[in-house]
Structures are given as structure tokens and as C-alpha cells.
């Protein structure tokens, strides 16, 4: 094996903590693809005999080149305009391949990757370098270029920030699918009493349909405000053939229409009870995501 394939080799048994880095930092899959090729890019042109720690090393790089990336985009108007779900990440019930595994590792549902949109570049790096992968400030404050002390502190907002808003699912996958069932029946049914019955009163539900000509991104919140979509949820459940799969972590279901998949649902479910659910419902975004094969 020569350096080249030696360093390559090095490279790969990092690839999938990078991935997840980024992927938590950017909420887009192709970006986190963009970033870790990036990573490799800038390691293949350096001399690897001056790197003490390559995982530290690359995460280092990965994080800047996010950090980047995060900046480039919050400076762009069309990014402020133009609200957007993260990239879901799909997989079977059993868990799915160690990738897609590292990728949703500590419940990072996409309740928390919307939260975590609310906040500074800077400030998102920091919680999520420091608070997810245990990285430590003087390393953070070499990317952000502050001291320590600044570092800390942006991840410490950050926390407040986040602390709160999202509550923790429920830890019993088999409950979580209960509950999804139930919504399924009342949706079925068209049942509005059952529906509102298995809804918190504080439920957060965001569809994301696309661009803004397609219908852009919106919110509804309260019980009754979502029980009032029954028609499109009975749409949902009885047009579409309703899948059950893990969106990141979590219970979730993909509807296909004549095996084409049109829409991704992922269920927030704490205390019995649906306390968000995120819909993905653009036609180009789903059909860039790497999605299971229908069932037989």
C-alpha cells in the first residue's frame, strides 16, 4: 500500500463520524457530503506527518468548512426568505446500516436540527461540536477564532436556547408506533375526537411542500388548529400507502403512491401523545433522498 492509499484508508475509518459532524451543523445531507469531500480535499494537500491526531485534525476542518458554509448561507436573502425542513434521514425499523446509525446517534430528531437553525453560526458549532461530540473549547476556538472563553460561552447560549424546546420522545419505540397507529385509525376513520384524543394540546406540526411557488414551508400549532386537517391526513392514510420506518430515530411513516414516494412523516411522540410531526412533502427533495425500497 503506498501514502496515498495509506492516508485514503485513514481517511475512510473517519468518514462516518465527519458525516454525522456536518450533518448536525448543516441539516443537509449533500452539504455534509460536500463538507467531508472537502475535508479530504484540504488533508490530501497537506503533509500528513505534521498531523499528531488525525480524527481531531479532521474534525477541525470539517467544523470550518461548515462553519463556512453556515455563514455563506445565512448572507444569502433567499435563505431568509425561504424557511426549510432538514434532510430527513430514513431507515427500517431494525435501525438500519452503522452510517445512518452515527448520523441520528443521541436523538437528533429533526425537532432538534430545526432549533438548532434558530441559532449563530458560531453558536451552533460550538453546542454542537462541544455538546454532541465532547470536543473541547480551546479546539472549538481555534475555528471560530475566539478565545476559550468566547467558545464557551457561545455554546452556553446556545444551550439555553435549546434546553426546553424539545422535549425527550418517548423512549419505548413500541409505544411510539402505538400512538402513530392510532393516528393512522382516526385518520382512516376520519375520526376527529380520536385524533384530537392522541395529540398534546401544544402540538407542533411544520410541512415543508418546497419552494415558496409550491407552498414553501408552514407551521401549525394547538389540538384542535391540527385536528383540523383531518381531510389531508385521511388523504394521506387512504391515497398513499403508509410505511412504517424510523425518521431520524424516531417512528415515522413514508407514503408512496403507485411505489413513488410522496411524502415523509416524522412523529415527536412524549407521554403517549403526538407533541410534533414534520412533513416532508417536496417532490425534489424526496426524490434525492435515499429512501428503503417499498415493502413487498
Known amino acids: ?158 444551550r439555553q436556547r435549546v434546553r426546553g424546546t424539545v422535549p425527550l420522545p418517548d423512549p419505548d419505540p413500541s409505544r411510539q408506533r402505538q400512538v402513530v397507529d392510532a393516528f393512522l385509525a382516526a385518520a382512516r376513520g376520519g375520526d376527529f375526537e380520536a385524533l384530537l384524543s392522541i395529540l398534546d394540546p401544544d402540538v407542533v406540526v411544520r410541512v415543508d411542500a418546497g419552494a415558496v411557488a409550491k407552498g414553501g414551508m408552514w407551521t401549525i400549532t394547538g389540538a384542535a388548529a391540527v385536528a383540523g386537517q383531518m381531510a389531508n391526513f385521511k388523504r394521506f392514510s387512504t391515497v398513499y400507502a403508509a410505511e412504517p420506518v424510523l425518521v431520524n430515530g424516531v417512528v415515522g411513516l413514508v407514503g408512496r403512491q403507485n411505489g413513488e414516494v410522496r411524502s415523509v412523516l416524522s412523529f415527536f411522540v412524549t407521554d403517549g401523545r403526538i407533541a410534533a410531526l414534520d412533513i416532508l412533502s417536496d417532490p425534489d427533495r424526496l426524490a434525492q433522498l435515499v429512501l428503503i425500497p417499498p415493502a413487498e
Not at 462541544?130 to 471560530?144: G, R, Y
Open 1 to 158: 500500500m503506498n501514502t496515498d492509499d495509506f492516508l485514503a484508508s485513514r481517511f475512510e475509518e473517519h468518514r462516518s463520524h465527519l458525516k454525522a459532524v456536518a450533518y448536525r451543523m448543516l441539516g443537509s445531507l449533500a452539504e455534509a457530503d460536500d463538507a467531508v469531500q472537502e475535508s479530504w480535499l484540504r488533508l490530501s494537500r497537506t503533509d500528513s506527518r505534521e498531523i499528531d491526531n488525525l480524527g481531531g485534525w479532521l474534525t477541525t476542518v470539517v467544523g470550518r468548512v461548515c462553519l463556512d458554509m453556515l455563514r455563506a448561507r445565512t448572507s444569502r436573502r433567499e435563505d431568509l426568505l425561504e424557511q426549510r425542513l432538514p434532510d430527513p434521514v430514513i431507515s427500517p425499523e431494525d435501525g438500519g446500516d452503522p452510517e445512518q446509525q452515527a448520523l441520528v446517534a443521541d436523538a437528533v430528531g429533526l425537532a432538534l436540527l430545526v432549533v438548532l437553525e434558530s441559532l449563530s453560526p458560531a453558536e451552533r458549532l460550538a453546542f454542537v461540536l462541544h455538546d454532541m461530540f465532547a470536543v473541547p473549547f480551546e479546539q472549538i476556538a481555534t475555528i471560530v477564532d475566539r478565545t476559550p472563553s468566547t467558545a464557551k460561552k457561545l455554546a452556553s447560549r446556545a
